[in-house]
């Protein structure tokens, strides 16, 4: 079975977007997410850019997204291919 990776790297930008998009305020959001406001709001600025799994799991429900759904993360780039 696969290890989840030990972090997520998410985009500040789309989860303020996403949250929003919800009607959520930042409160209501941290509070079903089970993360302090201030986490939040260090996510969405760009001041924090990294979250463990459990509380990105958290997050990712709290905006109503489906697990597989990876909008809230940095898109990784694909290895160069080898010729």
Known sequence: MEQPP???QVNGAE????RMEAGL???????RAGISRRYLNHLENGYRT???P???AGLRD????EADDNRL???TESPPEKR
């Open 54 to 56: 459990q509380p990105y």
């Open 25 to 31: 305020g930042t409160s209501e959001a941290a509070r």
């Open 50 to 52: 990294r979250m463990r």
């Open 6 to 8: 030990p972090t997520f």
């Open 73 to 75: 993360l940095v898109p």
């Open 15 to 18: 989860i303020r977007k996403r």
């Open 62 to 65: 709290a905006l109503g997204l």
